[in-house]
Nanobody, 122 residues
Framework: QVQLVESGGGLVHAGGSLRISCAASGMIFSINTMAWYRQAPGKQRELVASITNTFSTKYKESVKGRFTISRDDAKNTVYLQMNSLRLEDTAVYYC????????????????WGQGTQVTVSS
């Protein structure tokens, strides 16, 4: 069994920065993909960024150049550094793990954190 615990969400002014973290515990396979998804009120959950165990990354177009996903496998932790935050980045951010595979679709991710709220104010 795998558990994912997010931390670091909060309230930030537009243009500001925030870093959120996700600590994983349990049996994590060497081949995996970790990702950050987000869900704003009334909208579908969407992929923000993902990173494989080979450090290959993928980003949602609107966050490219502003967000950076990284991972520290020694700590089983994935991070999302968010800069130049915009009002439209407000959402609950979820950490996800595709264990034993390179996940490309939401259905590939079999473990999810509880979510952390990120609110960007004007």
């Amino acid at each position: 069994q795998v558990q994912l615990v997010e931390s670091g969400g909060g309230l930030v002014h537009a243009g500001g920065s925030l870093r959120i973290s996700c600590a994983a515990s349990g049996m994590i396979f060497s081949i995996n993909t970790m990702a950050w998804y987000r869900q704003a009120p009334g909208k579908q959950r969407e992929l923000v960024a993902s990173i494989t165990n080979t450090f290959s990354t993928k980003y949602k177009e609107s966050v490219k150049g502003r967000f950076t996903i990284s991972r520290d496998d020694a700590k089983n932790t994935v991070y999302l550094q968010m800069n130049s935050l915009r009002l439209e980045d407000t959402a609950v951010y979820y950490c996800a793990l595709a264990n034993g595979q390179y996940g490309t679709r939401q259905d590939d991710f079999d473990y999810w954190g509880q979510g952390t709220q990120v609110t960007v104010s004007s």
